[in-house]
């Protein structure tokens, strides 16, 4: 970390700047009282509703803000960034804009409906590069790009001008209550949310707790607080995409460290349900990243009881064709779904018998995969079964040892169960 990085903090004056140069740009998204979530935790709960932003998340803030201080040679150069998710769509909106040339490189698995909605919010302005198989080496080609042709990178996270552009979602929380805050949630991805608006708070309203809250599969920027250091995670779980990086940016982690009371990590199960529960309750259409601070209130229940707590719903960028794999994972994580390799008898009436004698009256098989082996005495089946409650798992497991069913137990054995499953 250099000299710069360390002694960098957000100025009110650049925030207040920063706010005035998206003002005819972005929304000044509302500050919502949710009913069921205050009721629940006998809080006064508010969200921030990024989600509803122009772009559907926060990341048009600091992408505009950003390249809106660029020099004209810049701008005529154009700019270029690696993204599959938000902060292309920022850019793509702001190329539009501000009608400007823009480069934006994302992998190649990258789903076609994220692509459309970069294209379509940069209209003729941008060009998609699909290139790699991840982020990484989306990454390495727009910064070769850059050397070559001389236009700017726009950094997601770790640069000055987008955490002060992020900072004005601070600003606006502060601007539409007059109540104190007394916890302030924030996901945490790269750090750079968490800079911004942690800084604006730090220096507004120091009384309010700052809580970051990462995906356990992806706690980079807790391992960095823990080490003192920017700590790069080795494998990581993809699955929150919006807040999964193997290494947060040297400067938003300098900020961060600063402003940061305490950092939590949820389960990315914990996160499925909060998405299930929100858009049944809510009508709220959330992505996995933006469910983060509103999951992360189970861990506060008793702190937070008769407080003022903001969480913000950082975006809502959510492919519909994830809703199955959301629910899948929320029900394993609840522990209503149990996936077992059961060994069968190769006679007729076997599979009548495992469901009239081990099935519960409200169990359910909900994937099923046999294949019978003629030579064996016994046939492999894997079986999906869907319980009411928790606690009807044991009572399924006693009833198979009691007849005799040879059986493994998969949810427990992750190498297996994502072969298998």
Do not use: W
């Amino acid at each position: 970390m250099n000299r710069t990085e360390i002694s960098y903090f957000p100025q009110l004056q650049d925030i207040t700047q920063a706010k005035i140069t998206l003002k005819d740009v972005v929304l000044h998204t509302p500050l919502q009282q949710n009913q069921d979530l205050s009721e629940e935790f006998k809080a006064n709960i508010l969200l921030k509703r990024e989600d509803l932003q122009i772009v559907r998340s926060y990341k048009i803030r600091g992408a505009f803000n950003k390249i809106a201080q660029l020099s004209k040679a810049d701008l005529q150069k154009g700019v270029v960034c690696a993204s599959a998710g938000n902060h292309a769509q920022g850019l793509a909106f702001s190329c539009s804009k501000l009608n400007i040339k823009g480069k934006i490189y994302m992998p190649a698995t990258t789903p076609r409906q994220k692509i459309r909605q970069v294209e379509m919010f940069g209209k003729n302005n941008v060009e998609v590069v699909l290139t790699g198989d991840t982020y990484d080496a989306a990454e390495a080609a727009a910064l070769n790009d850059c050397r070559k042709s001389g236009m700017a990178f726009i950094h997601p996270f770790d640069d000055e001008q987008i955490i002060e552009g992020q900072a004005t979602v601070g600003l606006e929380i502060l601007q539409d209550t007059e109540e104190p805050i007394d916890y302030l949630f924030i996901p945490v991805g790269g750090g750079g949310l968490m800079a911004g608006v942690g800084a604006y708070f730090k220096q507004m309203s120091p009384h309010t707790k700052i809580i970051g809250v990462e995906p356990a599969g992806a706690p980079s920027m807790q391992k960095s607080l823990e080490a003192g250091k920017v700590v790069e995670l080795g494998e990581i779980d993809k699955f929150v995409d919006g807040a999964a990086v193997k290494k947060v940016g040297e400067i938003s982690f300098s900020v961060c460290r600063k402003v940061t009371d305490q950092m939590v990590t949820i389960p990315e199960g914990r996160v499925c349900t909060k998405i299930l529960e929100l858009y049944n309750h809510d009508a709220i259409v959330m992505e996995p990243a933006g469910a983060l601070s509103i999951a992360a209130l189970d861990l506060f229940k008793n702190e937070i009881k008769g407080k003022n707590v903001v969480c913000i719903v950082s975006g809502s960028n959510n492919d519909i064709t994830r809703m199955e794999e959301i629910k899948e994972r929320s029900l394993l994580y609840e522990g209503l779904k149990h996936y077992f390799i059961v060994r069968f008898p190769q006679r007729a009436g076997a599979l009548r018998t495992f469901v009239d004698l081990v099935l519960g009256t409200t169990d359910d098989i909900t994937h099923f995969e046999y294949s019978k082996k003629t030579s064996r005495e016994k046939g492999p089946a894997v079986i999906g079964i869907e319980v009411q409650k928790k606690e009807d798992f044991n009572g399924l497991v006693q009833r198979m040892e009691e007849h005799e069913f040879v059986f493994e137990y998969l949810n427990e054995k992750p190498d297996l169960f994502q072969f298998l499953i």
